[in-house]
């Protein structure tokens, strides 16, 4: 277990640019007292300087750490990113391959598969994305130098050692987030200690290299938050006209009949109906798409604690099941775009003789810089957004 650990440890040495003598210094100190941190908690010396020979802290972290896109993006621009037609295809793809494990996690701990898969699309877009960032090298980074929660940076850094001495995962395959979560559902190590199965019978709980294991865990993660069999995580609604905005939050529940009372309605017009208690949560607004939401969102959105974050793993598990989208339009005269006009603007963009690299629909910073200067040759605030303004512009 050591020996692989040495292996494996060859690709974190190095990768952060070199620190000047005095900040050196107080690494090393940090490093120092996390050793002890680690002694107390099991952790031999040797798996402790073997996982972090020659580790230099990577800063680009802090900087990642301050720029959320569940905090920081609009929530039409954030949904229009995570679901989109070609995440449902691809899902649809995933959960036709791997529909066994998704059955059996299912049945095995009562939750709606198609809430699982939306987990795993949007935390890695079914496997596609874990992140690349060696975990012990990001959680040393925040333990020392993280301006807040340091304390529990350091709880995930002595997890993370935990795993890789008990030898429950390949530390060659412990990459992931900036923030340490890792694998197809990204968990976070702490909670991978309490809440990981063992899905596919072969004795260990792997999270990166077993789907079955992964769907599992994440299944048995929304049990213990409190998942309700056969409740619904709710539905997209419409407001009466005067609707009291104050009344909206998600902790704010009623019984559905004092909704139906009030004139809210399902979408579509239909009455509400069910005898559980539910809030209406309006997350751009008293002028935008509105939802009932149950207590089973409750347990989604303990996942990462963002609104935008469980609507985004709701709304695509309904999509998996072949429900429509949300159908009231966002507040903007400025849309989101799917990941297909992403991929045009890059095109369009490339085109004019901007290096946005690869269009792949993903908005980096190249993409970001270009699309500055597009905004302000149009008169936009400068943000690098890639918005339907943006892209008519260039196609005009």
């Not at 198609?114 to 987990?119: N, T």
């Not at 559980?276 to 303990?302: E, H, M, Q």
């Amino acid at each position: 277990m050591i020996r692989h650990l040495a292996l494996a440890l060859v690709a974190t040495a190095g990768l952060a640019a070199a620190t000047p003598v005095s900040a050196q210094a107080d690494f090393r100190s940090c490093l120092s007292g996390l050793r002890s941190q680690a002694a107390a908690k099991g952790i031999s010396g040797q798996a402790f300087d073997l996982a972090t020979s020659g580790i230099a802290p990577d800063m680009k972290i802090l900087e990642l750490m301050n720029s959320q896109p569940e905090f920081k993006t609009e929530i039409w621009d954030y949904l229009s990113a995570l679901v989109d037609d070609q995440r449902v295809q691809d899902g649809t793809a995933a959960m036709r391959q791997w529909g066994k494990a998704l059955a059996n996690a299912e049945a095995r701990f009562g939750v709606d598969r198609y809430v699982i898969a939306g987990v795993w699309g949007v935390e890695s877009d079914f496997g596609k994305n874990f992140g690349d960032r060696p975990l012990v090298q990001s959680l040393v980074t925040l333990s020392c130098y993280a301006p807040r929660r340091q304390a529990y940076f350091t709880g995930e850094l002595m997890a993370t050692l935990k795993i890789v001495q008990d030898g429950d995962i390949d530390p060659a395959s412990l990459k992931g987030s900036w923030a340490g979560a890792f694998g197809h559902t990204q968990f976070m190590p702490s909670t991978f200690q309490r809440l990981a199965v063992d899905g596919d019978g072969d004795g260990r709980r792997d999270v990166v290299n077993s789907v079955a294991d992964a769907t599992a865990s994440t299944a048995n993660f929304l049990k213990k938050a409190g998942w309700v069999n056969n409740l619904p995580w709710g539905y997209e609604v419409r407001l009466p006209a005067g609707f009291n905005a104050g009344l909206a939050g998600r902790k704010k529940k009623r019984d559905l009949s004092a909704w139906a009372a009030m004139g809210v309605t399902r979408v579509d017009g239909r009455p509400l109906s069910g005898g559980y208690p539910a809030a209406v949560l309006i997350p751009a607004g008293i002028n935008g798409p509105a939802f009932i939401v149950t207590k089973n969102f409750d347990a989604v959105y303990s996942y990462n604690a963002a609104e935008s974050y469980g609507l985004a793993i709701a709304l695509l598990g309904d999509r998996l099941k072949g429900l429509p989208g949300i159908r009231t339009a966002w507040p903007t005269d400025d849309p989101p775009l799917s990941r297909a006009q992403r991929r045009e603007l890059q095109q369009l963009l490339t085109a004019r003789g901007y290096d946005v690299g690869e269009p792949d629909g993903k908005v980096g910073q190249k993409t970001r810089d270009a699309i500055k200067d597009i905004e302000r040759r149009i008169g936009l605030e400068q943000r690098g957004r890639p918005g339907g303004k943006v892209l008519e512009a260039v196609r005009g």
